[in-house]
């Protein structure tokens, strides 16, 4: 192959150099390398005898002292070229059921041979066939499966050599071995080397669990399971397993092991917990330094003991810190409160053993003369004389002038365990207490307009009296406001009191409280209301004084009103006046932008460069094929510009071989698109114009083709969301027609979809030519496009407007809620053309909304001044969306002619022979085997099945149970026309 003259120097360095890359990767089990094999492949070539043409041909190389081969082609210039190369038999391990094809190889640029540009290729294919043995020099063409199309993506010109490295996966292999062969149907290919391997998950040790090295698994396992084993000194409540994935990377690690008691994880191995550290329980944690105040043992200590004299309490944890015993409290104070009650109160103690949980008792003893007993259990504590958190307690029902001794005691959660005395936690404080005076009652004893005599009663006085009782008299207006209001206090010697001076027909509250010997208020007090006598006068104008200020007041309130109501009407008429026009809305008085077509332009590539962004190349990398464009390959790929974040796109390229008028006609789209700035229209990103392979960039989306997408999800969209998806494709569509663009070509093949549902029109710049065409279609520089989807007006005039793209958006309406059925069914385009001039219409899909159906209709009608705009298709669908209960009410479905069913009868009487071949009809011959496996095999057996039967045999998808239920609905009704052009 004289095309690789002058640089085979260059690439036999590299293949030395990447030899020595190869035996670095790990993971990988090969079963062919052909550099490794160091002498004659003996790789098969077919055509065996292709006279003066050549096939694959090898190509020798001695480089110290080992030889090298390769393979080779190069018949650009023959047509129909169908040249194949296949390996030898390559064995299998019989786990391996998937493997990777990494090819090296060079490919010509087409356009560096001259006069071969028409036929020369720039991709050749990967086949693949398995066999339990191998067949030696036999070799039949349809024995081999094709696993993919090969495309270079750097192409080598005459004096520069461009290597590419491309991967392949092989799946689903069953048999003890397989062959791979290489197509080439017209390029000129130099294939340096070809390596098959297999990966595997290595022997590891994952959370101390030790995993065998595994086979990774294929298409139908893409998961596979393996069992560990617990490292030693580990153990685990459930067999730890994980995942080995295809790439050959363990994942998903279910259950776990764990060190035993004593022992601590060290760089995947349990060792013993070192001296002064343990672990009581078997985890993943490590092993603790002994608690404060526990004794530090050897090695391997499950737990460590309390030191003497500290303890855990029973509560405690057995891994927790031991506690000593708290000590005494301090400060023990006893205080007599208002209500004659003893207080008694103190601090908590200086050591609490390094605990929280303390609590107190308290003991009480009473004394008369030198006999002390315990007070027993007339003496009451508030809250309680044992557990208390708090540090004071309240006493009552003490006896008077009776010496008393209390004693405060500290406890804690460890004190049961102690052994010394209760003093060395305990605090004593004694006192003589003396009972406090109480008032009783309080009486009126005589009272004027301005005066009130009170007394009042006391209780008891004690046995031995120093000095007589003194009282404190308090009293104030009822009704003052309490933030303003005048008391006034009296210190009294006695237990009654005249006061003088008072409001007549005014009530007084009234507090009295016995003081102390030091003059405080310990004692209970009482409060008593009591009203002066009204004083009569000859006249008494109070109530004419009221009356008159309070209509007064009405009178001013009224006239207010009056004013500003009057003053709001004649603010609302100055509001209205000549400058409310410019209180339109900023989208109302926005200019529209008008569609520029690129073809107006002199020179196309003035509009290329006005309306779409130039990017470089070396910030597009093309990651694999996804699809074939009218020009060239589509790929998926990522565009990253410096400063912008990276994103997924879809790059189309054009096929080398091209003439300029091609270039133009690709890049025209991008003229037309790049005009364009909507949320429903596909976003164009850029074009690569400035090098030798120009390319349109747009955004990727996931879902790719809407009708498509639809098929592959049928029944798992309710109608809500199917609405929803109409309503994204009428607001582009909208746009488009905002600014005088037709598209002529709508239909739900050209709407993508992205990965949140959402719906954007594609597909611009498409030269269509009405044909004179018995099938009516349109002809294009790619091929035909189908009539079904076109206006009666643009088929029979060339009259393309919104209206008819209006028209077209009817058709997408049905697809969608047919879930991506094919419009029209199987009906030629000739009888769909008949049928639509006899006023036939596409019948309603099941299940869709009776409003969503009227509305396909009004894009139906014949006159296309009387269809909708898609301003008012959207308005409507927005309604519909607002208000899903509007979305309910279904217009009628006709089983007979949405399935369409065949003429003729089968030995049953029903219209098929056979039950597969009526499922093969209505499209769900997926379902063949379950009817099968439930024994219904005759349609007799289907026509007598319900929906709770169909839902049994395994049709569990609610839109496939409805086709199927509504099928067998139709085949009962064998009296009924089934022509599809009955409207």
């Known amino acids: 192959m004289d095309f690789l003259a002058g640089v085979r120097p260059l690439l036999f360095s590299y293949v030395l150099i990447n030899g020595i890359l190869i035996t670095l990767q790990t993971k990988e089990e090969v079963l062919l390398d052909m550099r490794a094999t160091g002498g004659e492949l003996g790789w098969l070539t077919w055509p065996l005898d292709q006279g003066d043409k050549s096939g694959w041909e090898v190509v020798q190389r001695t480089l110290n002292g080992s030889q090298l081969y390769t393979y080779s082609v190069c018949n650009v210039g023959e047509r129909d070229q169908d040249n194949w190369l296949r390996t030898t038999f390559i064995q299998r391990r019989p786990s391996a059921s998937r493997v990777f094809v990494e090819l090296q190889f060079i490919v010509r640029d087409c356009n560096s041979f001259d006069g071969a540009s028409l036929t020369c290729k720039e991709t050749f294919n990967l086949f693949t066939s398995e066999s339990d043995a191998d067949v030696g020099t036999t070799f039949r063409k349809g024995q081999f499966k094709k696993v993919a199309t090969i495309a270079p993506d750097e192409i080598t010109s005459k004096n520069e050599l461009r290597i590419n490295t491309e991967t392949r996966v092989v799946e689903n292999l069953s048999h003890k071995g397989f062959y791979l062969a290489f197509q080439d149907i017209g390029a000129c290919i130099a294939l340096l080397s070809v390596r098959v391997y297999y990966k595997t ?73 070192q001296a002064g550290f ?75 053993g390094g605990r929280s949980d303390i609590t107190y008792s308290i003991e009480c003893q009473r004394c008369e003369g030198t006999v002390c007993q315990s007070c027993g259990e007339k003496i009451r504590y508030e809250p309680a004389s044992t557990g208390l958190t708090d540090t004071k307690v309240l006493v009552s029902e003490l006896d008077a002038h009776l010496n008393y001794t209390f004693t405060v005691e500290a406890h804690s959660g460890v004190s049961l365990f102690s052994n010394r005395p209760p003093s060395t936690s305990a605090l004593t404080t004694s006192l ?58 009296l210190k009294l010697e006695k237990n009654s009191v005249q006061i003088s001076e008072l409001a007549p027909g005014t009530a007084y509250l009234f507090r009295v409280q016995a003081l102390t010997s030091d003059g405080s208020p310990p004692g209970s007090s009482i409060e008593e209301q009591f009203e002066t006598l009204i004083e009569v006068h000859p006249h008494n104008n ?132 790049g005009q364009f700035s909507h949320q429903n229209i596909i976003r164009l990103e850029g074009v690569i114009t400035k090098f030798k392979h120009a390319m349109i960039v747009t955004e990727y989306m996931e879902n790719g083709a809407l009708d498509r997408y639809l098929k592959d999800h049928d029944g798992e969209f309710a109608s809500f969301q199917l609405v929803g998806m109409l309503r994204g494709i009428a607001a582009g569509m909208k746009y488009l027609s905002d600014m005088s663009y037709v598209h002529r070509d709508l239909a739900a093949r050209n709407i993508l979809v992205n990965n949140t549902l959402e719906c954007k029109v594609s597909d611009f710049g498409l030269s269509r030519v009405l044909e004179d065409d018995p099938e009516g279609t349109y002809t294009t520089s790619g091929g035909k496009i189908p009539i079904r989807w076109t206006a009666p007006e643009a088929i029979a005039y060339r009259k393309f407007t919104s209206a008819s793209d209006v028209w077209s958006f009817g058709i997408v309406m049905w697809e969608v809620m047919a879930f991506g059925e094919r419009p029209y069914w199987d009906m030629s385009n000739h009888e769909v053309m008949k049928a639509i001039n006899e006023a036939f219409r596409l019948p309603a899909p099941m299940d869709c909304p009776s409003a969503v159906y009227q509305l396909m209709l009004q894009c139906w009608l014949q006159d296309r ?41 089968g030995s049953d009487g029903s219209p098929f022979r ?49 086709r199927i239920a509504y099928s067998i609905l139709g085949l009962k009704d064998q009296t009924s026309t089934l022509s599809v052009f009955a409207v």
């Open 201 to 273: 998950c290595p022997a590891t040790v994952k959370s101390l669990a030790s995993f065998p090295e595994t086979v990774a698994g294929g298409e139908n396992q893409a998961l596979r399971e393996v069992s560990g084993v617990c490292v030693d000194n580990a153990i685990s409540e459930q067999l730890p397993r994980i995942y080995c994935t295809v790439d050959g990377e363990w994942v998903v690690l279910v259950g776990h092991c764990q060190c035993k008691p004593g022992y601590e994880e060290v760089k995947d191995s349990c060792q013993e917990c």
């Open 278 to 352: 343990f672990k009581a329980a078997a985890s993943g944690e490590k092993c603790e330094p002994c608690p404060d105040n526990t004794q530090r043992l050897t090695s391997g200590a499950l737990l460590c003991e309390c030191m003497d004299g500290f303890y855990r309490a029973p509560t405690d944890p057995p891994t927790g810190p031991c506690s000593g015993l708290p000590s005494a409290p301090q400060d023990l104070v006893a205080t007599t409160t208002t209500s004659g009650k003893l207080l008694l109160s103190w601090s908590p103690p200086e050591d609490t």
């Open 432 to 489: 003589l207490y003396t009972d406090p005076p109480k008032i009783t009652t309080m009486r009126l004893v005589e009272r004027t307009s301005t005066s009130l005599s009170l007394s009042w009663d006391v209780s008891p006085r004690p046995r031995v009296q120093s000095r007589p009782i003194r009282y404190e008299l308090t009293y104030r207006k009822k009704d003052d406001n309490l933030d303003v209001t005048t008391y006034v206090v």
């Open 542 to 673: 109070t109530a004419v004084i009221f009356g008159a200020a309070v209509g007064g007041a009405a009178m001013l309130f009224m006239v207010v009103v009056v004013l500003f109501l009057r003053r709001r009407k004649r603010n609302s008429h100055t509001r209205q006046g000549p400058e409310d026009t410019y209180f339109s809305s900023s989208e109302q008085l926005k200019p529209l932008k008008t569609y520029v077509d690129p073809h107006t332009y002199e020179d196309p590539n003035t509009a290329i460069l006005k309306f779409a962004t130039e990017i470089h190349p070396s910030h597009i990398t093309k990651q694999k094929v996804i699809g074939a464009g009218e020009f060239g390959e589509v790929y998926r790929g990522i565009l990253k510009v410096p400063g912008r974040k990276e994103v997924a796109v879809a790059i189309k390229t054009l096929k080398p071989g091209y003439t300029e008028k091609q270039r133009q006609d690709f890049l025209s789209e991008a003229s037309i698109m």
């Open 865 to 905: 001044s009387k269809r909708p705009r898609f301003g008012d298709i959207v308005n409507l669908l927005d309604k519909l969306l607002r208000s899903p209960d509007s979305l309910k009410p279904i217009a009628d479905f006709d089983p007979r002619v949405s399935i369409r069913l065949p003429s003729t009868s």
């Open 914 to 962: 056979s039950v597969s071949e009526w499922l093969e009809s209505i499209k769900m011959s997926q379902y063949i085997e379950n009817f099968t496996c439930a024994g219904v095999v005759t349609m007799d057996q289907v026509l007598q099945m319900k929906n709770e039967d169909i839902k049994n045999i395994g049709v569990r998808l609610p839109g496939h149970l409805k």
